[in-house]
């Protein structure tokens, strides 16, 4: 009988220091899958600084009908893949001022924007002054907005500064989830909306449903997009018909860009996004960090 508990006693401890070693030899394996991912993903974010800084044509940038980026007609778009080494990068740029801005914009754009979000009209005033109240720098609230009084019942205060991220609106008096998806939950709203830039829209980067939401008919929305092509190379100043609707803007000085970097074969990969401002200088472009975000990241798939 001794012999037996001996035997059942020494395969627990082999069994249990097979298991112990095989999670040691996966948990070895997917940090350096996630290290060799991440230095991928910031080799390929340093290529697009390179990318940026050499911009041979600072009037102008455009995003055509594919929504690839370009810099200029010489260079050709942003590359959205890049091998390097045993990393493959999945890249995206994006002109921030391709966005309404939060923190910048004006009445007419903010009922706009209630009305895309399929927000009542009976609500459009109480959302329009509790945001302008979480902004300012007051403590005076307006007729229907909300300041410390309010928000105190929820354990904070109000801001009375900028909004920070789109999402810092779930924290003010009226915004729920559902604003963000769009009418009929349509969920093409959030894409729409920034917190960074000067509140001016570019003309060459505006996806075809902002100049929507703006007013654009749908002819002039469709002679906007013709021109973002390799052939045309965008607008190089605006239309005298278009700048009523908010459109300023012929080249991207606030820049997003995204990176998902992921060794060949493995399943775990590193994820970067920056906001970045780029900056004429006397030697080209100097580029100023506005937001930085990273993360590991997970997938079934194989890169």
Do not use: C
């Amino acid at each position: 009988m001794m012999t037996i508990w001996v035997l059942v006693f020494l395969t627990i401890v082999a069994m249990s220091f097979s298991f112990s070693t095989r999670l040691s030899t996966a948990m070895t394996a997917n940090f350096r899958d996630e290290t060799l991912a991440y230095y991928g993903a910031l080799s390929a974010y340093h290529a697009v600084l390179r990318s940026l800084a050499s911009d041979r044509d600072p009037t102008v940038d455009f995003v055509d009908e594919e929504g690839r980026f370009f810099l200029d007609l010489e260079s050709g778009p942003i590359p959205e893949r890049m091998e390097i080494d045993q990393v493959v990068a999945k890249v995206s740029v994006e002109d921030e001022e391709s966005k309404i801005n939060l923190n910048r914009t004006n009445r007419g754009i903010l009922e706009k924007l209630f009305k895309r979000a399929g927000v009542d009209t009976e609500k459009m005033d109480a959302l329009r002054d509790s945001l302008l109240d979480w902004i300012d720098p007051d403590d005076a609230h307006r007729l229907n907005g909300a300041e410390d009084e309010y928000y105190s019942e929820f354990g904070y205060t109000a801001k009375n500064a900028r909004l920070d991220l789109p999402r810092e609106l779930l924290l003010v008096k009226g915004f729920r989830e559902d604003f963000f998806k769009g009418r009929n939950g349509s969920g093409d709203l959030e894409g729409l909306l920034t917190t960074f830039g000067t509140g001016g829209l570019n003309i060459n980067t505006a996806p075809g449903s902002l100049l929507s939401l703006l007013g654009l008919d749908e002819n002039s929305i469709e002679t906007v997009m013709a021109r973002r092509n390799e052939t045309m190379g965008g607008f190089r100043f605006i239309p005298a018909d278009l700048s009523r609707f908010g459109l300023t803007k012929t080249a991207a000085s606030y820049l997003r860009i995204g990176i998902r970097g992921r060794l060949k074969g493995a399943k775990t990969g590193y994820s970067l996004t920056a906001i970045i401002r780029r900056i004429p200088s006397p030697k080209g472009y100097r580029f100023r960090m506005l937001y930085w975000e990273e993360d590991v990241s997970y997938s079934d798939n194989q890169a």
